[in-house]
Each structure stands twice: as structure tokens, then as C-alpha cells.
């Protein structure tokens, strides 16, 4: 079980940092992309407030974590306590990817017709 719950961290975290390839995310916007100040100051400013969004999802998830690992070796054994916090582990999960196809359209919204396709081809929400 405790296998499976990282297994499970370990695959959203590379789901919401999927974006680190081997050019820095910022010089790809620069340099690929080639996004005026404007465009720049915009993308950093969603991306802070998404960071922000991830940070408390996976915080959520770790403290859910550590209180499924207290809850399985309590005894006697409740089904319900751990179907109630994987229950809450999954929609923090939800909301990690919900947030990441937000977080990407909400970038799209500032990009020409040339940015989008460069950055499609780059990322993926």
C-alpha cells in the first residue's frame, strides 16, 4: 500500500513539473518563443499564481499521505477512515491536473498563432 502512495506522489509530481526539459522553462520562452516584456511579465505572473495552487495541492496530498500511513496500523483496521482519505488524496490529485490544463490554456490566451504551435509542441496540459 505504502508503495502504491508513492508510487501515486511520485507521478504527479511529474505530471505538474513536466515542463522542466533540458532548456530552462524561461529561456525557452524567450529564446523559442520569443515573448515581448509584456508577454513575459504576464506568463510569470500566472505561473506564480498556479506555483502557489501546487504547492498547497501537494501539501494537501502529504499530510493525507501521513495520515493514511497512521490510520493503516491503527488498530482495529477502518476501511471507511482510509477509503475517506484516499478519497480526499484523489481529488487533491484531480485538482493538481484540473489546475495544470488551466494553467496551460491560461499561458495559450497570451500567445500569437506562432507561440501557441511552439508551445504545444513543447508542452502539454
Same mark, same amino acid.
Given at each position: 500500500m505504502?508503495?502504491l502512495?508513492?508510487?501515486?506522489?511520485?507521478?504527479?509530481?511529474?505530471?505538474?513539473?513536466?515542463?522542466?526539459?533540458?532548456?530552462?522553462?524561461?529561456?525557452?520562452?524567450k529564446?523559442?518563443?520569443?515573448?515581448?516584456e509584456?508577454?513575459?511579465?504576464?506568463?510569470?505572473g500566472?505561473?506564480?499564481?498556479?506555483?502557489?495552487?501546487?504547492?498547497?495541492?501537494?501539501s494537501? +496530498?502529504?499530510f493525507? #499521505?501521513?495520515?493514511?500511513?497512521e490510520? /493503516?496500523?491503527?488498530?482495529?483496521? @477502518?476501511? $471507511?477512515k482510509v =477509503?475517506?482519505i484516499?478519497?480526499?488524496?484523489?481529488e487533491?490529485?484531480?485538482? +493538481?491536473?484540473?489546475? #495544470?490544463?488551466?494553467?496551460?490554456?491560461? /499561458?495559450?490566451?497570451?500567445?500569437? @498563432?506562432? $507561440?501557441?504551435? =511552439?508551445f504545444n509542441?513543447?508542452?502539454?496540459p
Amino acid at each position: 500500500m505504502y508503495n502504491l502512495i508513492c508510487c501515486v506522489v511520485l507521478a504527479i509530481s511529474c505530471m505538474t513539473f513536466s515542463h522542466d526539459k533540458d532548456m530552462s522553462r524561461a529561456e525557452f520562452f524567450k529564446e523559442e518563443l520569443r515573448l515581448n516584456e509584456k508577454q513575459l511579465i504576464t506568463i510569470n505572473g500566472i505561473d506564480n499564481r498556479y506555483r502557489i495552487k501546487y504547492q498547497k495541492l501537494n501539501s494537501e +496530498i502529504q499530510f493525507r #499521505n501521513t495520515e493514511l500511513k497512521e490510520v /493503516i496500523y491503527e488498530t482495529p483496521f @477502518s476501511e $471507511q477512515k482510509v =477509503k475517506g482519505i484516499l478519497s480526499k488524496i484523489s481529488e487533491a490529485e484531480s485538482l +493538481i491536473k484540473l489546475n #495544470n490544463i488551466k494553467h496551460h490554456f491560461e /499561458i495559450e490566451d497570451h500567445l500569437d @498563432s506562432y $507561440q501557441r504551435m =511552439k508551445f504545444n509542441e513543447r508542452f502539454s496540459p
